[in-house]
Each structure stands twice: as structure tokens, then as C-alpha cells.
């Protein structure tokens, strides 16, 4: 669906208000500013552009796209970021038909068969059942490290649906090691748990990020299995942007400080201000935290500083030999490249390349690519008699200084004081970005928050 100013306004009941707007503001740069050019700030900006707004997105990256990353120089072109989408994540895929891409599905070959390594202990994972080293609960003993942790929570998940998240009491915002701890997980089943978390850690890991994420996953299980974009996650943020009129996107502009007063916000870059009645910050927190800030956002300081990015380091390598085992090539591991994942060529199917992929307290700041590239090499062919070439570290850590992580999760505790707090607007500053989101995690949850900002910027300037 084309998004135009008669869709906005009549979705949004403003047809009638319009033309009651009030007169445009003088010495402005734009009508909005937005900040961060990734899925949420390339969606406002189609919508507010289309609704005639002039808009301006500013992005301290040399590309669109932001946690969006493709690599098409290495084999099998290989995702970075963001890949999988649902089937209930219609505003990707009708904003992917709107700029001629496809949704397709994911290409053959695929296996959920794993290998497991721990200690000096190489095993198929079909084996851990039974394994004298697993010291799971016994309810739980045919859970490997990276599932059981959801096959506890899908046993009790007091969520009903994707609404009820917000609406639960602190009985159930508890951490996830208290969690597995109140099922009978030792310390020492809880430390193997916590490798290759997709979070942290489980002590700063809410339960309602898991409960959420399986009330999503059940939706979305129902309509079918994932897929992805023809050609490269990073394909719909690049044809997005395209979409926008010449010079919406400036690139290599990195945010220092956001000024406000009643009728304008400032934005300071690293080559200058620009001055809008409204800007978007899709930024996420880590990078926000670091900027100078308005005083009227000294309320919102403490999530702005502690709301939790998961913290990732990828090692991409090409496969040049297969492992002498003859064990499957996914893996979960205690060794320092946690899990691997095979990447497979997009037309025969064929295992091409791996991706080392550590999480939370696994990754190493202070360890350089080379560092990595060695460490990864090695250690498949020490443990698998795999013979591979590193060509590429994608770093989502603290270092990463446009993110700050890869996505963000709640911490206990946070959700009932922050969740609905940090959508609301603060004078003309407006936030978006997936750490905004509501009823959907992700690619589109970040799609919605997108709206909701640009929705309410609408009435805005409608008068409303």
C-alpha cells in the first residue's frame, strides 16, 4: 500500500482538521528531524513525507539500515543483524511490496541438528539427555543450555496475549535466574544457561522478555514459518530510504546535543545545527546517554542509562573443509566462540561459511578482529578438525558507539516504571525505535513505533 496524505489523515480522523493547521513555522531546516536512519526512522519519514512534510533523517553510519546489516561480500552473504520476518509482521512486508522487494522463504537445507562442546566433550546434542555431565533438574534434562530456559517459561507463561506484558504484577517480573533457580536449576545448571544467552545475563534478564517473546512466537508459529527479504535483509532499508525525496538522508552526521523551547528543537551535529518544530529520536539508549540532553528529559536519565542492550560480537568465516567428525556444523559450546551457525549458499543449500556468534559476558572488548580471527580458526579446528578463514568481526557491543548493543531487553523491574513512560513525547521531542515498541518485538515492532511517533506529529501539525 502507498502511504499518502489521505491515508494519515483519514486513519487518523483529521481530514476535517487539516486545513485548520496553523502557519509553518519561519527558519526552520525541516518540518521533523529525524534521528537514526534505520527501519523506525526510514518509516516515519516515508509516512511524514507523504503526509508533505519536509523531513530531514541524520545518521552518524555511512549507510541505512542501522542494526540492519548484510554482508554481500562474504560467502553466502551472511546477516549481521536483523533477518527473520514473521508472518504477522505485516508492516514490513507491505512496506516490502511497496518498494518492489519480496518476502521469501529461507533457503533449503536448513537443519535444527546440533553439535555440543563442553569441556573436551564433543557430542551430538541428541546426546545430552543422557549425558553424565548435564545437571538439569530431570524434568528438564532433555533441554540443551540455549532451550531450557524456555522450555521452563512455556510451562508457566502467565501472559494471555501480546497485550499483557504491561499488565502483569512484580510476582512475575523476576529475574531469569531467579526463575530457573525456583525450578530446581543449580548454580552450575544456571552458569551453563547463561552461555550464549540472548541477553546479558540472567540476572539482568526479565522474565517478561521471555514470556513476551513466546506469546509472539506462538502468534506467529500459527500463520506459518519465517522468511526473509529477496536479496539481503539490508535490501529494505536502502530501497526505504531511495524512497524518500533527494538529500531526506544525510549520512556520516553524528547527533552531539538536543536543545528545545516551545517552538523548535535543535539538533547539534558534528558539521553544525539544524532547527525543526519536531524531531524523532530513534536512537537507542546507549548512544542517547551520551548525548547533551534537553533538562526536560532529567526524569527519563536513569532508563536512558540503564535500560540493557544485549551486548554481541560476530565472527563471520568462510567454510574451506568439513569437520572430521561428521557431526552436525550448528553448535553450542563453552568454548570462548559460544554458538556457530552455518550459513548456507542461497540457491544449492550448501554450508558455505560459519558464524561464530557470543553473547552477554562472553564477548571481549579489549580483543581486536585479528584477536577474534585467530581465536575462531583455531578453535573450530582444534575442537572439529574444521578448516575455515575469518574475514569479518561485526561488533554490537559498548564500544559500537552508533548502538551500543544489538537490541535492547527489560531488566526486572523496569518494565512497570519505563514501558509506557518513554513513548510519550517531551515537549516536541518524539521517540521511536524497537526499545519503544508495544505489541511486537523486533523489525516491526520497530515499524510500529514508527507510527505512533508519526501519527501523533500528524495531529500536530494538523492542529489537533
Same mark, same amino acid.
Given at each position: ?22 502557519? &509553518?513555522? &519561519? ?13 523506525? =526512522? ?38 549481521? =543483524? ?13 512496506? !516490502?511490496?511497496?518498494?518492489? /522487494? ?38 528438564? $534434562? ?35 535466574? !531467579?526463575?530457573?533457580?525456583? &525450578? ?16 546479558? !545475563? ?48 544525510? /549520512?556520516?552526521?553524528?547527533? $552531539? ?55 554481541? &560480537? ?12 561428521? /557431526? ?20 544449492? =543449500? ?36 574444521? $578448516? ?35 513513548? $510519550? ?40
Amino acid at each position: 500500500m502507498n502511504w499518502t496524505r489521505r491515508h494519515f489523515l483519514a486513519a487518523s480522523g483529521l481530514t476535517a482538521m487539516a486545513a485548520c493547521a496553523p502557519a &509553518q513555522h &519561519q527558519g526552520k531546516d525541516a518540518d521533523v528531524l529525524i534521528l537514526g536512519a534505520g527501519l523506525a =526512522g526510514l518509516h516515519a519519514a516515508r509516512m511524514l513525507s507523504a503526509d508533505g512534510a519536509n523531513v530531514i533523517v541524520l545518521d552518524a553510519d555511512s549507510r541505512v539500515g542501522g542494526r540492519m546489516v548484510t554482508l554481500d561480500d562474504l560467502p553466502g552473504r551472511p546477516e549481521a =543483524g536483523g533477518q527473520q520476518v514473521g508472518q504477522s509482521y505485516a508492516r514490513i512486508r507491505s512496506t !516490502a511490496l511497496d518498494v518492489g /522487494l519480496n518476502i521469501v522463504p529461507f533457503p533449503p537445507g536448513g537443519s535444527r541438528d546440533k553439535t555440543m562442546i563442553l569441556g573436551n566433550q564433543v557430542f551430538d546434542a541428541r546426546d545430552w539427555a543422557t549425558s553424565p555431565q548435564n545437571p538439569f533438574p530431570e524434568a528438564f $534434562k532433555r533441554a540443551t543450555p540455549d532451550t531450557a530456559l524456555f522450555m521452563a517459561a512455556a510451562r508457566a507463561n502467565p501472559l494471555v496475549d501480546q497485550y499483557a506484558w504491561r499488565e502483569v504484577g512484580p510476582e512475575v517480573d523476576i529475574s531469569a535466574d !531467579a526463575f530457573l533457580a525456583a &525450578q530446581g536449576f543449580d548454580d552450575r545448571s544456571r552458569a551453563l544457561c547463561d552461555i550464549a544467552l540472548n541477553a546479558n !545475563a540472567l540476572t539482568s534478564y526479565s522474565m517478561l522478555n521471555v514470556w513476551r517473546s513466546m506469546v509472539l512466537f506462538q502468534i506467529d508459529s500459527q500463520t506459518g514459518p519465517s522468511e526473509e527479504v529477496e536479496g539481503g535483509s539490508q535490501r529494505l532499508p536502502e530501497a526505504m530510504a531511495a524512497s524518500l525525496p533527494d538529500g531526506s538522508v544525510r /549520512l556520516n552526521s553524528t547527533v $552531539k546535543a538536543i536543545e528545545m523551547n516551545a517552538n523548535r528543537v535543535t539538533v547539534t551535529t558534528d558539521a553544525g545545527s539544524l532547527s525543526a518544530p519536531f524531531v524523532i529520536s530513534t536512537l537507542p539508549f546507549p548512544v542517547m546517554s551520551k548525548l547533551g540532553l534537553p533538562a526536560e528529559l532529567e526524569a527519563r536519565r536513569p532508563i536512558i542509562r540503564d535500560m540493557p542492550y544485549t551486548q554481541i &560480537q560476530q565472527v563471520h568465516l568462510a567454510l574451506d573443509g568439513q569437520p572430521t567428525d561428521d /557431526l552436525p556444523l550448528m553448535m553450542w559450546t563453552d568454548t570462548p566462540i559460544e554458538r556457530v551457525f552455518p550459513v548456507r549458499d542461497k540457491t544449492t =543449500g550448501e554450508p558455505v561459511a560459519l558464524t561464530c556468534w557470543v553473547n552477554g559476558t562472553g564477548i571481549r572488548e579489549a580483543a581486536g578482529d585479528e584477536d577474534w580471527k585467530s581465536l575462531a580458526e583455531e578453535t573450530l579446528l582444534q575442537k572439529r578438525g574444521i $578448516k575455515a578463514t575469518a574475514l569479518n568481526v561485526t561488533r554490537w557491543d559498548s564500544q559500537t558507539s552508533h548502538a551500543g548493543g544489538a537490541y535492547m531487553h527489560w531488566a526486572p523491574g523496569q518494565v512497570p516504571v519505563w514501558a509506557e513512560e518513554i513513548l $510519550k513525547p517531551v515537549g516536541r521531542l518524539h521517540f521511536a525505535g524497537e526499545h519503544t515498541s508495544f505489541l511486537h518485538t523486533g523489525m516491526e515492532g520497530a515499524m510500529e513505533s514508527a507510527e505512533r511517533a508519526a501519527y501523533a506529529i500528524i495531529e500536530e501539525m494538523a492542529g489537533v
